[in-house]
């Protein structure tokens, strides 16, 4: 069994190596991304204690099934983010590696401030990825923002210290609890500002828009599947661990995350860029999650996440390349362009069609998770929202579907369109890779028991002193 | 009293970074605001007639009255980051400055459409 520490070591290192190693680095990216994902399996569960001081004095690293999802959903993504757009992916070896590094670790400390340093190694490598749009000045728009969430997660964090005398989470989380509610406000709502710079949250998500509006399709798999899934797994374990929030500061975190998905869809159904419209629905999406964790509903939380991820990875990698290739990912000027690319396009609907819910897809079995677990809490006015959304979520995809299938108006004879022009919109290993996620998700869709097994897999935990998070307690209706 | 004025100094840098379209003078108030924190985590640690926490024959209880070291290496840390970050800051400025020839977001097109 190997030890988690591992997954955090080895990135970094070979991140400083490919400086030195100019001409082999998109190699040992490419090597680190696999190791990254085999290590997963033989990954030793429980705590780690770095340094020789036991927690709560020193900084420890917890894997349980729930960093274990994430660092999973992380890493295969990062993978095939790397396969897909080798070329691309070669340019910023250095500040990829940093950025797995980052995420893992993410993903796995059990201290705060370690988090504080982890989020802004990741955020950091986002910056400099952010500027291969070309366009500087969303790049330094993101850095603005992403550098006053960091202050205030920082300002958040010290008076948590102040409280409690402890950084580490597990430690937090039992002080937190006997703790008044309203003491924990302040710090609450400095530490969801920080965060959600990265997830993408309604008071900080302002930076989404440029950077990817004008993302490739190296940059937007990043950011839309790695980065704000590994961001979201924070989010949870901050917020339905550590600092679990009642009465009317849970009000206000869920009224948040339920304006960030309302504004995200409603935005996504005005736009025509394909990319605008991914990148608002992934807002929404990450509102949802958001609100999924503020009202302690972690499983479905979880399934939310992992469908968007994949799905927004392959939408967006394909989105990516028609822009290179047509310059313009404009969907009306775009008409019957999958007739040309029938591998890619299947790809792409299923991931549409699973996000909007279809079911024998991945992202049914995660919306009748959501709503089964309020039904189950008695909860009926948050399922009627998430469910009108749902429709407008349906109507735009759908949408688009039809225009990028068909080429010409209803009734007219179809035109060869965008169809004639640019088959082959991937290399073959591109197009394999981004198949095969799509097919994922409809086997994951056929075979929900298995799926949700899966995933929440037994992380049970030696001791009693690591945050609680057991995916399989937790786990909600079915 | 450092305590409210760290605080102070968060609220002038915020002011400082939403106030102004120029690239350089964000990133100072991106500064000024780092600087009140780390003066706030500072305070936090700090204990009146604290001695320095370090075993010294002066110094071999552990009982005695010592200043909180965390708060100081959390200071260092983010004093680290807050340089990279304005390192960073400037190749974008740079950068932006390279293509648009000016300082100012508005004008390089920060603020309208794609």
């Given amino acids: ?478 | 009293m450092i305590r409210i004025a760290s605080l102070l100094l968060i609220l002038i840098g915020l002011y400082g970074i939403f106030s102004t379209r120029n690239i350089i003078k964000i990133l100072i108030g991106i500064n000024i605001m780092e600087l009140g924190v780390n003066i706030f985590i500072i305070t936090v640690g700090f204990v009146k007639d604290g001695l320095a926490p370090i075993l010294s024959p002066d110094s071999l209880s552990s009982a005695l009255n010592y200043v909180d070291p965390l708060a100081q290496a959390l200071v260092l840390t983010s004093i680290v980051i807050g340089l990279g970050i304005t390192a960073l800051g400037l190749v974008f400025a740079r950068k932006i400055h390279a293509k648009y020839g000016t300082y100012d977001l508005n004008k390089a097109g920060g603020g309208e459409d794609a």
Wanted: aromatic residues 10%; contains cysteine.
């Fill in chain 1, 1 to 478: 069994m190997l030890n988690p520490v591992l997954t955090i070591a080895i990135p970094l290192g070979l991140s400083f190596l490919s400086v030195i190693l100019k001409k082999k680095r998109g190699w040992v990216l490419l090597a680190a991304a696999c190791a990254n994902v085999v290590m997963l399996f033989f990954l030793e569960k429980g705590e780690v204690v770095i340094g020789g001081f036991r927690a709560p004095f020193g900084i420890n690293l917890i894997l349980d099934a729930y960093a274990l999802a994430g660092m999973a959903v992380a890493g295969t993504l990062f993978l095939a983010a790397v396969l897909v757009s080798r070329d691309k992916a070669e340019r910023f070896s250095t500040v990829l590696l940093a950025a797995l590094a980052g995420i893992n670790g993410m993903l796995l400390t059990g201290d705060l401030f370690n988090l504080f340093v982890f989020m802004e190694i990741t955020a950091i490598s986002a910056y400099l990825l952010s500027s291969a749009g070309k366009k500087p000045e969303h790049s330094f728009n993101y850095l603005v923002l992403g550098s006053v969430g960091s202050v205030f997660y920082l300002l958040g964090l010290i008076l948590l210290y102040s409280m409690t005398g402890t950084l580490n989470m597990a430690e937090m989380s039992r002080l937190a609890g006997s703790m008044e509610p309203a003491a924990l406000a302040v710090p609450v709502f400095l530490i969801f500002t920080g965060i959600a710079v990265e997830a993408k949250l309604i008071p900080a998500g302002g930076w989404v828009r440029g950077v990817l509006g004008n993302s490739d399709s190296l940059t937007g798999a990043l950011f839309a599947s790695v980065y704000s899934g590994a961001a979201l797994f924070v989010f949870g374990r901050i917020f339905a661990d550590v600092l679990l929030s009642e009465g009317a500061v849970q009000i206000v975190l869920i009224l948040l995350g339920l304006l960030t998905f309302a504004f995200g869809e409603a935005a996504a159904f005005r736009q025509t860029s394909i990319r605008r419209i991914l990148l608002y629905s992934s807002i929404g999406q990450s509102g949802l999650a958001a609100m999924l964790f503020a009202t302690g509903l972690i499983f479905p939380a979880v399934l939310v996440i992992i469908s968007n991820s994949v799905s927004k990875f392959v939408m967006f990698t394909t989105a990516g390349k028609i822009t290179e290739i047509h310059g313009t990912d404009d969907y009306r000027e775009l008409g019957g362009l999958f007739r040309g690319n029938r591998l890619i396009g299947t790809a792409f609907t299923i991931s549409a069609l699973s996000l909007t819910g279809i079911p024998l897809l991945f992202g049914f079995y995660a919306k009748l998770n959501v709503l089964a677990a309020y039904f189950n809490g008695r909860n009926y006015f948050l399922p009627a929202v998430i469910l009108i959304l749902a429709m407008v979520e349906g109507a735009y995809f759908i949408r688009l579907l039809i225009r990028l299938w068909t080429p010409g108006k209803e009734g007219e004879e179809p035109d060869a369109g965008a169809a004639t022009k640019g088959t082959g919109l991937f290399k073959p290993v591109g197009a394999a890779v981004v198949f095969i996620l799509s097919m994922a998700i409809l086997a994951a869709g056929l075979l929900p028991d298995h799926a949700g097994e899966f995933i929440s897999s037994d992380g049970g935990l030696p001791g009693g002193d690591a945050p609680s998070i057991n995916l399989s307690l937790t786990k909600g209706g079915q």
